[in-house]
């Protein structure tokens, strides 16, 4: 009779754990603390602008997750990160501050490569000036275009503005190997060429250093890297057409009023490491649980909730392959 009771129990105990994990995998949100231990690598680069998220997301997954799994997050760029991505044997994540290419697409069928687009949140295009302007205290998207582009008749301050002071803008920003780059210089500039003088840098803490450092500087990134810099610079307040907005949380949200110049931010998912290897589809299903818990320590707004359950689902198909 013990013997029958016995193994009654244990057959209760495993109905009961298996609903559990049948509750979880529904809900979409089982994590790594409900799976088992996983070790191996994985392997992210692409946006730097991404970059600030997604090594906080890394950091927290490291330590409150999995301990036997090393995240590696680089930022070599969005087009640049594309290239690592999609070479034989190339990373498991790329991120990216826009959408990818025709090109990038086509390269990807070429190698065999299924790609899965993951919408992480929302960033503002950013404006920064040294702490030491007073004067530059806004501007419009016109004025904007007028100081970077090659047309633009804006040399010195006073060209916007006679009570400015006569002295040389000094112009910078991300190179091509930025989505952001990219973003402003087809959305913002509508392709027009840029000024000869414009200082392009591979590095954002490069722009932080030159800014902080020329009262004349103008450089343009996205905002969660502003917020990490806050106390070396200041953001340019742009006026849209019904007064200056400063970027913000707030206002760079999906119907904020800093909407023209904000973009959503994405990581793009090798699907194929994620079918063969568990910590590269454990870790994609942890960004997706945490990205919106996570935006806003990093300079993000946070996107719908239905957007990320969605892919999701996709992803826990793929544990069911």
């Known amino acids: 009779m013990k013997s029958i009771q016995k193994t009654i129990l244990i057959g209760v105990a495993a109905l009961a754990l298996t609903a559990c994990s049948s509750k979880e995998e529904e809900n979409g949100t089982a994590s790594a603390t409900a799976s088992a231990e996983l070790e191996g690598s994985v392997l992210i680069d692409g946006s730097g602008t991404v970059y600030p998220l997604m090594a906080k997301l890394a950091e927290n997954y490291m330590l409150e997750e999995q301990e036997g799994v090393s995240v590696e997050v680089s930022r070599a760029g969005t087009s640049a990160g594309f290239k690592k991505f999609l070479a034989k044997d190339g990373t498991d994540f790329n991120d990216a501050s826009r959408t990818i290419k025709e090109e990038e697409s086509q390269a990807a069928k070429d190698a065999g490569i299924e790609v899965k687009e993951l919408k992480l949140a929302l960033d503002g295009l950013t404006f920064v000036v040294n702490k030491d302007n007073d004067w530059a205290d806004q501007l419009t998207p016109e ?7 090659a ?6 301050w006073s060209d916007l503005d006679p009570s400015w002071p006569d002295e040389e803008i000094k112009p910078m920003g991300p190179n091509e190997n930025h989505g952001t780059y990219e973003f402003f210089y087809e959305k913002v500039l509508e392709e027009q060429d840029l000024k000869p003088s414009v200082n392009l840098q ?9 800014v902080s450092e020329d ?3 103008i450089a343009f990134f996205g905002y969660g890297y502003y917020a ?3 106390e070396k610079l200041q953001a340019v307040p742009v006026d849209f057409g019904k007064g200056p907005v400063e970027p913000s949380l707030e206002t760079i949200a999906e119907d904020g009023d800093y909407a023209a110049f904000t973009r959503p931010v994405f990581t793009y998912l ?3 490491h994620a079918k ?12 997706l649980n945490n990205a919106n818990k996570m935006a ?23 544990g069911d392959q």
């Open 215 to 217: 009262k004349n500087g």
């Open 228 to 230: 990490g810099n806050q």
């Open 143 to 149: 004025q904007l275009i007028r100081i970077f582009t």
């Open 270 to 272: 090798n699907v194929g």
């Open 276 to 287: 063969e290897k568990p910590q590269v589809l454990d870790y994609a299903k942890y960004i």
């Open 151 to 156: 047309d633009g008749d804006v040399t010195k």
């Open 296 to 318: 806003g320590e990093t300079g993000f707004a946070p996107i719908p909730e239905n957007e990320s359950k969605e892919n999701l689902d996709f992803l826990n198909s793929l």
């Open 202 to 210: 591979q590095d954002y803490s490069t722009l932080v250093t030159l």
